[in-house]
């Protein structure tokens, strides 16, 4: 009986591994590019708007590396919104729109938050 058992606890502790690992690689990844575009926002303050552009494309760019495994693990809706608010910073941003561009690009971090959130490995989130 106890030979049966070790399979799929072997199984189920793998599972829980990968759980806990995405969770903090999640967070991780988050916080990275959240603070990539706070870096954006602050040379936005400043009126850099040719260092605000490239800080936010290699923040898209980081975060372009990432989508294969982003769009396995999570819902697809959540990346595709956050692409969408990447996309429309960078317009904003191209445009030197500093209100807008500041509105979006809070929206585009609390968006990695979350998706970062819906990752974490909790009660909450298993049950």
Known sequence: MKKGIL?????LAAVLAFCVW??????ADSLRWRDQLQQ?????REEKWSAVQKALQESYQDWSDHQTYLHIVTGHGTVDEAETMYRRCAAFAGAEESS??????????????LLAEME???????L
Not at 7 to 11: G, I, K, R
Not at 40 to 44: F, H, K, V
Not at 100 to 113: C, I, K, S, T
């Open 22 to 27: 995405n969770s903090a690689a999640m967070s």
């Open 7 to 11: 399979p799929p606890l072997a199984v």
């Open 120 to 126: 974490r490995f909790s009660v909450r989130n298993v």
């Open 100 to 113: 807008e561009f500041q509105a979006e690009l809070a929206g585009l971090r609390e968006q990695l938050r």
């Open 40 to 44: 954006a926002g602050i040379l936005a």
